[in-house]
């Protein structure tokens, strides 16, 4: 009978791969000198015997456990969920796993985890902030290396990874231009006050649209209540039953371009013949709505490994002034803004 999962050894692992004990303990504990194919060899025995290292007396012998945290406001947005899956990925090939967290979105959310006890737990964080300001940022848990991600401004004693929302946003207004679409509306307008996201997004938007030669109509930016899908569906619903006269709708997220395209269905308006519509994360979903979405995709495998490679330098103690890094992305262009 088989050696139970949760209690496979070290010792079992350099069976199963044909090396010696002191060389899985290499890999275990992410020695520079292991070759890359010694690694991946141990890796696989690792993987296939389900062995997990002692993170306590990994952490005395090495005074690392092994584990990075990932923080953002909520696995139940497609994006966050997409990202997390790259970022294990990506952080296992580095001889990391990942601990996710989740801070609603929340000012305390985003306090509570910065200021919890968690330090002693892994040996740096990815965090994506959604309502903390950069100076608050900074304040905080210097003791423990942090890389941000995404459009939040960071300090500049901190390393952050991101895209260019700004670009971006214009790339994917000028898509749906060139196509002879002139009343452009964006969806995504936070009624109760602007995202960093939103605002950088709409920037972008308001550019292409000054590029060219069209005065950007307040009228034509769609406020939503939340953001997610249903919020996307009342505001766009609300918008057409009003009078809302557009050709193409430019959303701020993937969950309001989907929500988008069920208020248009509903209201009768043929996507893309009348209104062609983007989304941004080109999340998975984004292949299979009718019509499929034309979505900006963030290069989330370069974002991860940039992100965890500037962690991986401060765990390792580089202790300079931040990086201030952007990864590529592109517009996928599918039915819905052919």
């Not at 910065?114 to 330090?119: H, N, Q, R, T, V």
């Not at 939040?152 to 898509?175: E, F, G, Q, S």
């Not at 809302?244 to 969950?255: E, G």
């Amino acid at each position: 009978m088989g050696r139970e999962r949760g209690r496979v050894r070290l010792q079992d692992v350099a069976e199963h791969a044909g090396v010696s004990m002191k060389t899985v303990s290499n890999v275990v504990r992410d020695a520079p000198h292991v070759s890359e194919r010694m690694r991946l060899r141990v890796q696989r025995s690792i993987d296939e015997l389900g062995y997990r290292p002692n993170m306590m007396g990994r952490r005395l012998a090495t005074g690392r456990t092994g584990l990075v945290a990932l923080a953002f406001a909520d696995i139940g947005i497609p994006y966050f969920a997409e990202l997390s899956r790259v970022v294990s990925r990506v952080a296992l090939r580095h001889g990391y796993r990942v601990l996710i967290e989740e801070t609603d979105a929340t000012l305390d959310g985003e306090r509570a985890l910065l200021a919890s006890s968690e330090s002693g737990l892994v040996d740096g964080m990815l965090f994506q902030p959604s309502v903390m300001t950069s100076t608050e940022i900074a304040r905080h848990r210097a003791e423990l290396p942090l890389v941000l991600l995404g459009e939040t401004a960071a300090p500049l004693t901190m390393d952050r990874v991101m895209i260019d929302n700004v670009a971006a946003a214009r790339d994917v207004t000028r898509h749906v231009l060139a196509e002879g679409r002139r009343r452009v509306g964006f969806v995504g307008h936070e009624r109760a006050g602007l995202s960093e996201t939103s605002r950088q997004r709409i920037a972008g938007y308001q550019q292409a649209l000054e590029e060219a030669g069209l005065t950007p109509d307040p009228a034509l930016l769609v406020a939503t209540d939340e953001i997610s899908a249903a919020g996307a569906v009342r505001a766009v619903g609300a918008a057409l039953a009003s009078g809302l006269d557009v050709d193409a709708l430019v959303c701020r997220d993937d969950l309001a371009a989907m929500g988008t395209l069920r208020a248009l269905q509903e209201h009768g308006v043929r996507v893309p013949q009348q209104v062609a519509v983007t989304g941004w994360d080109d999340v998975r979903l984004a292949a299979v709505t009718f019509p499929s979405l034309t979505s900006v995709a963030p290069d989330l495998e370069a974002l991860a490994e940039r992100a965890l490679t500037l962690l991986l330098e401060r765990v390792g103690g580089f202790d300079g002034t931040g990086r201030h890094e952007t990864v590529p992305y592109r517009v996928v262009v599918r039915e819905s803004a052919p």
